[in-house]
């Protein structure tokens, strides 16, 4: 499973990279008000398999995200959210412009990113979500 990013962010403003989803589970059960930020690029049926088991991500919204080609979209599962963004790139020597697939899920203490861009570096997207709210409310 190539992880682009896997923090969690405590409500004293410390954060810590966690070295795996399990690590990350037990961090987020064990401190209250604590957030995580997963990054993860072409996850595979096993990769998500662990995503749905350890954050209870809705069973639908998985399947979508297995199969991919999805239409942007915003869907609620009682306390969660499932966000799939359509983010285009363009390839300035070639002139062409490549759409990516973003898949987000998003609960009260956990933004799992999962990223199928098949060109350029997705890094920076990712980045850029890793500050969000210690606490992101639905």
């Known amino acids: 499973m190539p992880v682009l990013m896997n923090t969690v962010n405590f ?7 966690s070295q795996s989803l399990q690590n990350t589970h037990d961090l987020l059960k064990s401190h209250e008000g604590a ?6 690029s072409d996850p595979d049926s096993t990769d998500m398999q662990a995503l749905t088991e350890r954050f209870g991500m809705n069973e639908l919204a998985v399947e979508d995200s297995t199969e991919g080609h999805q239409r942007a979209k915003i869907d609620r599962y009682g306390d969660t959210y499932f966000l ?9 020597q070639a002139e062409e412009i490549h759409f990516g697939e973003i898949h987000l899920f998003m609960g009260s203490n956990f933004l799992v990113a999962l990223s199928r861009i098949t060109c350029g ?3 920076p997207s990712s980045s850029s979500l890793s500050g969000f709210p210690p606490r992101c409310r639905t």
């Open 84 to 92: 799939v963004l359509r983010p285009a790139v363009y390839l300035d």
């Open 11 to 17: 409500p004293s403003g410390n954060s810590l990279t």
């Open 121 to 123: 570096n997705p890094a």
């Open 35 to 40: 957030t995580a930020f997963i990054g993860i």
